[in-house]
């Protein structure tokens, strides 16, 4: 079954719009199967392959890019896959004498083995291509100068034997141009095809590992850059390019390539890192990474601005003052030249700056495009060094004879706008492709023409936003005595949003605030059958979600010390989130228990509904309005003044709101006698048991997909042994003790009339231990806080007969002062006393005391005398004494006893 052009934009639609709106996307790989060009076939179509890839590919890329910059979350934790590239990057890379990184491609082994032959197919997209530049002599001309260009820098070599054995099975790659006439440096680009698939359906990027994303995102890079008073820009002279690929890996590198078509066709390996494959944005900023972690001890300033404020190839960063920005340039012109990389194009809000940069190196425009994609069919974002202000350049629109939802949503995936300045404006454009999502329309049908009319006019309007210009930097304040981060939510029916201020206050009370950035959303369609509509009130707390989120990527991106106060206008909102999570809902409680961690350091408050910003991000606004709207530039009036103007705090009962509306959880007492665990009864003995139950959790954890990489085999190990263990003594206390888990988890202690009261008892990993006093002793922690054993439990006699047998059927005092060392068995003397006289061997080998008859006495003890007439001497010593002061020697001296034998 072969998915048609419609199907496939209504399917990409459907996740990009619930991605917006923050429902959960399906995990269907959409785009993969658009690149197949099949569903459920065996062998993708190269005919659809073609026609999809020229309708769709730019539309797909606005459409990614614009969903994902509305997104204000980005995942920390890197997959198996993503650690198996990061250390291959770390055992393989090298550089040479030059000092140039020479890298590898991070190849999946068992993918890279299953390509097949790819020359064909790279010959004829090579004769496709050489058809198209013999009709174009100008362009012809450029692409041949490129390719003499790569020729001549040694970036790539001619192989004219290809009977040579290489590692892996060659991979030839198509090649096409992409033209850039508003570029100043280059006006065609080469790019390679490394997603063409060979005869058995796999290209060498199915073969290669992505990577991880290693570098800050664009806003947060923007975030950060608005704080420098001094700025500047470069980028880096064909990064990519000025890495080296290893030689092994060369092969997977092929072009076919001739100046003309009567001469043959001639084969190239790339040498560098190549625009096209997908491991190669990784391997570019990772040895950006690797060169900052090199520099730090030479160059430290300049490593740390390698490390942070690069996105892709852009730098952009800034400095205190003029003489701490000389510094930096110098040692990144040094650090970045030391491993090949050229930083050009560079431009400063400050002319002294510049003034120590080669002029060859500069860039003279007036206004510079800060997105790394632009194009003149995009509303960029600009920077005016001279005024040091962003301004916006508005898309060049198509005249089309008829609105279809297609062309609205491609022009609505134009508008670029990271930081969310144009927050409001782009909320009107998504709701607009929201509602045309709501009416089912197929992509290609022409819209009602008061529908037509009111997207022309909104497109007619943007051209106002040419005249809006917002200042960079937010810190306009010499030594300000501090700084505040001011966010605010709020949420409509259709949207909802979040937006962030910083306030500066001087030392002569002078205050500026400044918008900061601001994310929105569209809420949830609705009114379907697998989605109801949400209420306003859990919008409200969605919107208090995504302000906590864009509050998060704001405080990791300045990294400065401030306060912080977050403003909603929802009362109900703010009561959820003063009380315990567990008290609401599930919806509520999960929100509530996220915003309250990553909203712990600020304070939370009420602004009334009229002076929140927030909400005109919620509702949106017409560019001619929000050009002239000083609350969403500035915040509310009050903000600008002492904080004794400012709201007064609103302090909430739950008998404010109506009982349906609270969302609170209804609690329902449960009773229950916890049945004995049956595993106790698997094995007869500790040890057994114990072994039994390691064996367990081992295989718990080798069948978890991501301990897939650590795998435990072979014998059982200590740690396993000791984990096992303390499973054990867990589960019995909890069948026996949890009356007392559950009060040293509530109170912090156990009840009065608890019989573990004496032991003063911890909790430890979820396992109770005695307190005691001996927390300054040296010994071991298993000595001062042994773990508790119920009594007249199983495993308590499994315990106590394990150390009888262990100590060689020692009596019940040996055994006791044993186990306490590590547990400490209730009534244990007891128990004790039960094994030892229930152990048969011992009841077997007990010992019988045999009583000595005495001998008789002698006649001088039974006969009667006078006293000492019969005696008898004991002679003891030798013995040391001083007989005067303490500095005499000692004298030896024996004792002499006497005894009488009288009776």
Not at 47 to 54: E, G, L, R, Y
Not at 554 to 567: D, E, G, I, P, Y
Request: proline share 6%; charged share 20%; hydrophobic share 40%.
């Amino acid at each position: 079954m072969i998915i048609g052009v419609d199907s496939y934009y209504d399917l990409l639609l459907e996740g990009l719009i619930r991605l917006g709106s923050g429902q959960p996307v399906l995990q269907n790989t959409l785009l993969g199967w658009v690149v197949s060009g099949r569903v459920g076939t065996s062998r993708p179509d190269p005919k659809i392959v073609s026609i999809v890839h020229v309708c769709t590919q730019d539309f797909d890329e606005k459409l990614s890019r614009f969903w994902e910059l509305e997104s204000c979350q980005s995942s920390s934790t890197m997959s198996v896959e993503e650690s198996i590239c990061e250390d291959n990057f770390a055992a393989t890379t090298t550089r040479d004498a030059s000092g140039r990184f020479i890298v590898e491609l991070p190849v999946k082994p068992s993918v890279v083995s299953m390509l097949g032959n790819s020359y064909e197919i790279a010959k004829r997209r090579f004769l496709s291509v050489e058809r198209r530049l013999q009709a174009n002599p100008q362009l012809k001309s450029a692409y041949s100068a490129f390719i003499e260009e790569y020729l001549l820098l040694g970036h790539m070599e001619e192989i004219t034997d290809i009977t040579v054995p290489t590692q892996y099975t060659p991979y030839y790659l198509p090649h096409h141009c992409i033209q850039r006439p508003d570029s100043l440096t280059t006006k065609l680009r080469v790019v390679f095809d490394a997603s063409c698939v060979t005869d058995t359906g796999i290209s060498l990027n199915d073969a290669l590992m992505v990577g991880p994303v290693i570098q800050d995102d664009l806003v947060s890079i923007i975030l950060r850059w608005r704080i420098h008073q001094f700025v500047f820009i470069a980028d880096v002279e064909k990064m990519f390019r000025q890495i080296l690929m290893h030689p092994s890996f060369r092969c997977l590198l092929r072009i076919l390539w001739r100046d003309d078509p009567s001469q043959p066709i001639r084969i190239f390996e790339l040498a560098t890192v190549t625009y096209g494959t997908s491991s190669a944005p990784y391997l570019a900023t990772r040895c950006l990474q690797e060169l900052s972690k090199v520099g730090l001890q030479s160059h430290p300033d300049a490593a740390e601005v390698v490390g942070k404020d690069f996105y892709m190839d852009d730098l952009l960063t800034g400095c205190r003052d003029v003489e701490s920005g000389r510094i930096l340039v110098n040692q990144l012109l040094q650090l970045m030249c030391s491993a090949g990389f050229q930083l050009r194009k560079w431009s400063s809000n400050s002319s002294e700056l510049l003034a120590h940069i080669p002029e060859s190196l500069r860039d003279e425009r007036n206004v510079l495009g800060l997105d790394p994609g632009a194009s003149i069919k995009t509303l960029g974002l600009r920077w005016e060094p001279a005024s040091d202000v962003f301004g916006f350049h508005v898309p060049k629109w198509k005249d089309h004879s008829h609105i279809t939802k297609r062309i609205v949503a491609s022009d609505t995936a134009s508008l670029f706008d990271p930081p969310g300045f144009l927050g409001p404006v782009i909320v009107v454009a998504k709701m607009f492709v929201q509602d045309l999502w709501r009416s089912n329309r197929s992509w290609d049908e022409p819209l009602e023409n008061e529908i037509q009319q009111g997207w022309l006019q909104f497109r007619s309007q943007l051209v106002i936003v040419e005249t809006i210009t917002v200042p960079r930097w937010v810190i306009p304040i010499v030594d300000p005595t501090h700084i505040e981060l001011h966010g605010f939510c709020d949420a409509s029916e259709r949207a909802y949003g979040a937006c962030i201020y910083l306030r500066v206050v001087s030392t002569s009370g002078d205050t500026s605030v400044k918008l900061l950035t601001s994310k929105s959303k569209l809420a949830p369609l609705g009114n379907t059958r697998k989605q109801k509509k949400i209420c306003l009130a859990r919008l409200e707390l969605s919107s208090a979600l995504l302000l906590s989120h864009l509050y998060q990527k704001v405080q990791k991106a300045l990294n400065l010390s401030m306060k912080c106060f977050f403003w909603t206008d929802s009362t109900i909102v703010l009561h959820w989130i003063s009380a315990a999570p567990s008290r609401w809902k599930t919806f509520v409680a999960n929100r509530v228990s996220e915003i309250q961690h990553l909203t712990a350091d600020g304070l939370w408050a009420h602004v009334p509904g009229s002076e929140n910003p927030a909400d005109i991000i919620s509702r949106g606004m017409l560019p001619a309005e929000l050009k002239c709207c000083t609350v969403w530039w500035n915040g509310p009036p009050w903000l600008s003044q002492p904080n004794r103007f400012w709201p007064p705090l609103v302090r909430l009962t739950s008998g404010d709101f109506p009982t349906d509306e609270l969302e609170e959880r209804s609690i329902t007492l449960v009773i229950q006698t916890r049945e004995p665990d049956p595993i106790f009864d698997l094995r007869s003995s500790y040890v057994k048991l114990v072994s039994l139950v390691a064996h367990l959790l081992r295989f718990v954890h080798n069948c978890k997909q991501r301990m897939q990489q650590e795998r435990k085999t072979g014998f059982l190990r200590i740690i396993e042994f000791n984990e096992a263990r303390n499973v054990l003594v867990r589960l019995a206390q909890q069948e026996t003790l949890a009356d007392d888990i559950h009060a040293i988890t509530t109170n912090g202690e156990v009840n009065r009339n608890s019989k573990l009261k004496t032991l003063t008892p911890i909790l430890e990993n979820g396992t109770l231990k005695v307190g005691g006093r001996l927390h300054n002793a040296l010994i071991s922690e298993n000595r001062k806080h042994p773990m508790i054993l119920p009594a007249n439990h199983r495993f308590t006699e499994m315990v106590v007969t394990h150390y009888h047998l262990k100590l060689l059927h020692a009596g019940s005092q040996l055994m006791i002062a044993s186990l306490r060392e590590q547990f400490w068995p209730l009534r244990v003397r007891n128990l004790a006393r039960k094994v030892v006289q229930g152990c048969i061997k011992c009841y077997r080998c007990k010992p019988t005391i045999q009583e000595q008859l005495m001998g008789d006495l002698p006649s001088e003890r039974v006969t009667p005398t006078y006293p000492f007439l019969k005696t008898v001497v004991d002679l003891c010593g030798p013995l040391f004494y001083r007989h005067v002061g303490r500095k005499t020697p000692p004298v030896k001296c024996f004792v002499a006893i006497f005894v009488c034998l009288r009776i």
